[in-house]
């Protein structure tokens, strides 16, 4: 059964801070990873869709890697702002398991000003 | 814009009713979703259609079921309302048959249970 893992499940850094959040996956054999947000009281916002076939994604201040063969991604977030704070979940699309998502249990972060 | 909406927003049920929620979306999806949101299990997959007249059990699909007579809506039937189905329930929704497409959520259904 795949198992999706993210460390820390908090984070608080100051403003401008450049930060990493990781996220591992005991099965390689996935199409996709995606990351979202998930402010309080709200649902998920699609951030970044990586392909298997794809070794990074960017949008904007965003930047996701994907190393599959070591069940690895990583979000960075450059130059962190106080409306960054939010919940950061990634997910996995499992070869053979059709369109279902398997979801890690999110890291908390929060920017102080 | 396309979208998907949830309705309503919070509900509140006694033990052993039957509770609909709604799920629409405009993306002209083929593929639907239902998760529950629960704090120390996160997100959880209940039921999933890949079109209509076609549904598919998740993960926690006990005490629910779903049915899908057209593209835009898959509604999430609680058939005997229990405490433990205190959640929040999240509709989502993918294109194309590949799965390459990103999933995108509906805003979530508070549901509490008495």
């Known amino acids: 059964k795949q198992e999706v893992t993210q460390i820390p499940a908090a984070l608080s850094v100051p403003e401008g801070e450049n930060l990493v959040l990781n996220c591992s996956f005991t099965d390689s054999a996935i199409y996709n990873l995606q990351w979202f947000r998930q402010d309080p009281g709200k649902g998920l916002t699609s951030l970044l869709l990586i392909q298997s076939s794809q070794r990074e994604q960017t949008s904007g201040r965003l930047n996701a890697s994907l190393d599959k063969s070591s069940g690895r991604s990583t979000l960075y977030i450059a130059a962190s702002q106080p409306g960054d704070s939010a919940t950061y979940l990634c997910a996995v699309r499992l070869i053979g398991a059709g369109n279902m998502l398997t979801f890690g249990g999110g890291t908390r972060l929060m920017v102080k000003p | 814009d396309a979208e998907i909406t949830q309705s309503p927003r919070h509900k509140i049920t006694e033990t052993g009713r039957q509770v609909t929620l709604a799920c629409h979306q405009t993306?002209?999806?083929?593929?639907m979703f239902w998760y529950r949101q629960d704090l120390g299990h996160g997100l959880r997959l209940i039921h999933y259609?890949?079109?209509?007249?076609?549904?598919n059990k998740g993960e926690v699909s006990d005490g629910y079921s779903v049915s899908r007579s057209n593209t835009e809506d898959l509604p999430l039937t609680l058939e005997s309302a229990a405490s433990s189905q205190t959640s929040v329930y999240f509709c989502a929704s993918s294109g194309g048959l590949a799965g390459a497409e990103e999933q995108f959520f509906g805003p979530g259904t508070r549901l509490t249970v008495l």
């Open positions: 993306w002209n999806h083929n593929n």
């Open positions: 259609s890949y079109g209509v007249q076609d549904t």
